[in-house]
């Protein structure tokens, strides 16, 4: 009875409105029943963000070991992006590009909104949830949030789950799926987030990533032995990164099993057919060379996008995208004007009907990463065009700042403790002291291992990604512009006038 009157009061409102319209005449009569139409046609929508997931560890991928059912059958019944790419490879910086479509350096987005950290975004920003609400959304979300302030980011329902237990957080949300009016589903994860340390006594011990003896309610739980993992080129091949990487692939396991308890939900609801269903990840997976930084690992990461309305199945799409799309994409999805907002991202939509010779055509992206935690202060600047990326560290003197879960953890303390001279690929002293400038050729290096911004042979690639990047600096209003030379155009005065 309640969702029914909820759905009399939005009818009989979208009717006023078009009534007073055509009696000014700015509608013909015949053309109501079309907008009703159009409006009551707008698709549902489900944005699922996994918190440190890599691309290294989803079956659709190629991953050959871990087990995710319900996300390869997905990517089988809508399409996957292979260079899907944050803007920043931390949790709350990374959260607000994905709900504002503009990069944090313009947003006040700096890092980590918790604690001392206290980042927020600017209370002159129109977040996603709130414009989508305006357009007649219910708008909801569970789980992580990690996001400031309230007002900015205010969605209609907040509902309450265990973010480390995905089935009983799709459980939560069935009222929300089954409401009568179009809603935007934002269901966040904890996993596959490391813990507090397995084991403060014992640097050797592998993190829990929210695993748990007793398992939890609804999940089978799937375990992995540490000789069978794999470990990505840029980690060291040791016992203790393996054991780490078991629980790691644990973690997305049950994240999988959730996800298929709220697809089956939808499917029970009847509302699959008219549902988009988008599953992303904030950063990559929570190991040192990955999660803050810039490189591959940490920035590069699962994108899989089922819309009904698109005939095609199992597509892999190669055109470039990154988080700052995400906004535009779901506004073009739900029928809403991409003026309404003025976003730093295109919508990608076109991308899941278009030929592969259209998908060439996006072939650019930008990253802009400053803080993780406000102890960690590293900001970077990344340009990619087509195979080439350049990465800019500007405060390339300081030594390259850990997250604090990823100091702990064993994979690392087993190099530092040993004083090894290689992580994984790369000199540890290399990781931890950077140029200014760092040039990949990411068709013949994709591991990034040989910097070529010092090569005479590739100085015209240099020059014309540095003025490509300072070009995106200054449309995106970046105050670390500056770091290329004082412009007062970009300065403040200081003053209160």
């Known amino acids: 009875m309640k969702n029914s009157l909820k759905k009399y009061h939005v009818q009989f409102l979208i009717i006023t409105i ?158 929300v799926i089954k409401d009568d009016k179009p809603f935007f589903l934002y269901f966040c994860t904890d996993d596959p987030h490391r813990a507090q340390s397995t084991d403060p006594e014992n640097w050797r011990a592998p993190n829990s990533f ?70 992303i990840s904030d950063n990559g997976m929570a190991f040192p060379g990955a999660k803050t930084t810039l490189y591959e690992p940490g920035m590069k990461l699962p994108c899989i996008v089922k819309d009904p309305s698109v005939e095609a199945k199992g597509n892999t799409i190669d055109g470039m995208i990154t988080w700052a799309d995400l906004t535009p994409t779901i506004l073009d999805m739900a029928k809403v004007d991409l003026n309404a907002l003025k976003t730093h991202g295109k919508s990608f939509r076109p991308l899941l009907n278009t030929a592969k010779s259209e998908r060439k055509k996006w072939n650019e992206v930008y990253a802009s990463h400053t803080f993780h935690e406000i102890t960690m202060y590293y900001p970077m600047r990344v340009v990619r065009e087509g195979n080439f990326k350049l990465i800019r560290n500007i405060a390339w003197g300081l030594e390259y700042p850990f997250a604090s879960d990823l100091w702990a953890s064993s994979t690392w303390q087993e190099v530092y403790r040993n004083d090894k001279e290689l992580f994984g690929n790369k000199k540890t002293e290399d990781y931890l002291h950077r140029p200014e400038f760092e040039l990949f050729d990411l068709s013949q290096d994709p591991n990034e291992l040989h910097n070529l911004a010092g090569n005479k042979q590739y100085k015209e690639v240099l020059n014309r990604l540095i003025d490509k990047m300072k070009a995106f600096q200054l449309k995106t209003k970046d105050p670390w512009y500056n770091s290329w030379d004082y412009d007062p155009v970009m300065q403040g005065t200081g003053l209160n006038l």
Do not use: W
């Open 210 to 279: 929210g695993n748990r003896p007793e398992g939890y309610p609804g999940i089978k739980k799937v375990t992995y032995d540490p000789k069978d993992v794999l470990v990505p080129e840029f980690l060291p091949d040791t016992k203790e990164t393996r054991e780490e990487i078991a629980q790691y692939y644990q973690s997305i396991s049950r994240i999988d099993q959730g996800f298929g308890k709220l697809m089956q939900i939808l499917h029970e609801s009847g509302k699959a057919n008219n549902t988009v269903v988008i599953y």
């Open 18 to 175: 078009l009534a007073l319209a055509t009696a000014c005449g700015e509608i013909k009569m015949d053309e109501t029943a079309e907008v009703i139409e159009e409006l009551e046609k707008r698709p549902n929508i489900i944005l699922f963000v996994a918190d440190d997931h890599g691309l290294d560890a989803i079956g659709a991928y190629g991953n050959p070991i871990i087990k995710t059912p319900n996300l390869d059958k997905l990517a089988a019944e809508g399409a996957k992006f292979t260079n899907a790419y944050c803007t920043s490879a931390s949790c709350a910086a990374s959260r607000s590009v994905i709900l504002t479509g503009k990069y944090g350096h313009a947003t006040g987005s700096y890092g980590h909104v918790h604690d001392y950290h206290h980042f927020s975004t600017y209370d002159t920003i129109t977040s996603l949830p709130v414009k989508l609400e305006q357009e007649g959304y219910l708008t909801a979300r569970i789980g992580k949030y990690h996001l400031a302030p309230e007002d900015v980011y205010k969605f209609t329902e907040v509902l309450e789950a265990n973010a480390r237990s995905t089935f009983e957080m799709a459980e939560a949300c069935e009222t």
